[in-house]
């Protein structure tokens, strides 16, 4: 059974970077086919696309935040991280990770975590 | 980008009724079009991948259509389960959704 769990902050001040970890389990990041994603959406409106990490450690960033954005995984595979380098209040949303299915690519997002809310505030 | 436009906003149905919920393309992507559903403080679910291919798990009354810049997801007898917000993602280009549409049950 294929479940992820996003952790996070909770709540940190502007100007500040944003770490987040997604844990999975029921599959290994290291398997041929495999990409998580982090998807984001602020309280009652949309999800937006922010970055993907494959099986080969291949990296794919939203291009409008890629400056700010920096994905990885940790060497167990088990783990995908996100650092959001000078976060500002409209960085508050929830965020997700998402698994794509097997050979999916990382724009198709089959299995999702339960998010975690980050408030930026100062 | 690729910008996808969803329509209605809001729409609000009695039980049983079919209601067809409308995702316009800024540009053609041809069926790379995906469909959502997001129930209140839950996460998104896949319901439809590739405009019109079913997904496993999912009722048969959810269908879905279209290619190029239109597209519509169609739910057929509509259940007090149903009441969500559907979103549709591309992946023409790097990933975007629209705006989605808030399914309610009057």
């Known amino acids: 059974q294929v479940t992820l769990k996003e952790s996070g902050p909770g709540m940190l001040q502007p100007s500040k970077t944003l770490s987040l970890t997604c844990s999975f389990s029921?599959?290994?990041?290291?398997?041929?086919?495999?990409?998580v994603s982090w998807i984001r959406q602020p309280s009652g409106k949309s999800l937006e696309w922010l970055a993907a990490?494959?099986?080969?450690?291949?990296?794919y960033y939203n291009p409008s935040l890629k400056s700010r954005l920096t994905v990885s995984k940790d060497t167990s595979n088990t783990q995908v991280f996100l650092k959001i380098t000078s976060v500002d209040i409209a960085d508050t949303a929830t965020y997700y990770c998402a698994r794509s299915p097997e050979y999916g690519g990382y724009t198709l997002f089959a299995y999702w975590g339960q998010g975690t809310l980050v408030t930026v505030s100062s | 980008d690729i910008v996808l436009t969803q329509s209605p906003t809001t729409l609000s149905v009695t039980p049983g009724e079919t209601v067809s919920l409308s995702c316009r393309a800024s540009h053609s992507i041809g069926t790379n079009l995906h469909w959502y559903q997001q129930k209140t403080n839950e996460s998104p679910r896949l319901l439809i991948k590739y405009a019109s291919q079913s997904i496993s798990g999912i009722p048969s009354r959810f269908s879905a259509s279209g290619s190029g810049t239109d597209f519509t997801l169609n739910i057929n007898n509509v259940e007090f389960d149903d009441v969500s917000s559907y979103f549709c993602q591309q992946t023409q280009s790097w990933p975007t959704f629209g705006s989605g549409t808030k399914l309610e049950i009057k």
């Open positions: 990490i494959d099986w080969d450690g291949d990296k």
């Open positions: 029921g599959f290994s990041l290291s398997t041929s086919g495999m990409v």
